[in-house]
C-alpha cells in the first residue's frame, strides 16, 4: 500500500481571527482495501455469525453479527471528507460543529504509525473523545494554541485505534 493512500491530507494552518489556528486534513485514516480484504470479512463474518448460531441456537444474534459484518463493509468503501478545523479562543470547530474548551479536561497529541492527531477528552464520562488529524510539521503552532485553554497530557495511542489499524478499517 502507498503511503499517501493511508496518510490524512492536510492543508497548511492558518491564523483567522487573532490567536486561532486553522487547517484543512481528512476526518479520519484513509486505508485501500483489496478484494482479499473484503473476502477476508466475508469469511470471517459468516464463521462468527454459524459459531454464535451453534452455541446459542438464536437466528436474532447469528443475523446481528452478519448485519455487523455488512455495516463494516459498507463503511470500508466510504471516502472519508476533507474537514476544515479551528482552534480558537472558544474551542475547536470541526467543520460546523463546536467543541468548546470547557467540555473537556485535557488534549494529547498521539503519533501512532506516522499519523498525528490531536485529542481533546471529555470531562463527562461517555462522551468520546474528539480527534483531528494534521501534518506534523504544524504541530508546534496547533500545540503552542492549545495550551493556553488546556492542559497538555502524553498519551499513547489507545488500543481501539491500534486494533482498527492493523485491521485497516
Known amino acids: ?33 483489496n478484494f482479499g480484504w473484503y473476502l477476508l470479512l466475508a469469511l470471517a463474518t459468516a464463521t462468527l455469525a454459524t459459531g454464535i448460531y451453534f452455541l446459542t441456537k438464536e437466528y436474532f444474534a447469528a443475523g446481528t453479527i452478519v448485519v455487523i459484518g455488512v455495516i463494516v463493509g459498507v463503511f470500508a468503501v466510504r471516502k472519508p471528507r476533507q ?48 480527534s483531528a488529524y494534521f501534518d506534523p510539521t504544524h504541530e508546534k503552532k496547533i500545540v503552542n494554541t492549545l495550551s493556553d485553554y488546556l492542559p497538555y497530557e502524553e498519551r499513547p495511542a489507545d488500543r481501539l485505534d491500534r486494533l482498527s489499524r492493523q485491521l485497516k478499517l
Open 83 to 130: 474537514v476544515t478545523y479551528e482552534l480558537t479562543s472558544r474551542g475547536l470547530r470541526v467543520g460546523d460543529k463546536q467543541y468548546d474548551y470547557h467540555l473537556f479536561k485535557s488534549f494529547a497529541v498521539i503519533k501512532d504509525d506516522g499519523h498525528h492527531s490531536l485529542n481533546l477528552f471529555p470531562l463527562k464520562r461517555f462522551m468520546p473523545p474528539v
Open 1 to 33: 500500500m502507498p503511503p499517501a493512500a493511508a496518510t490524512p491530507a492536510a492543508g497548511a494552518p492558518s491564523g483567522g481571527q487573532a490567536g486561532s489556528v486553522s487547517w484543512t486534513a481528512a476526518e479520519y485514516i484513509d486505508h485501500d482495501h
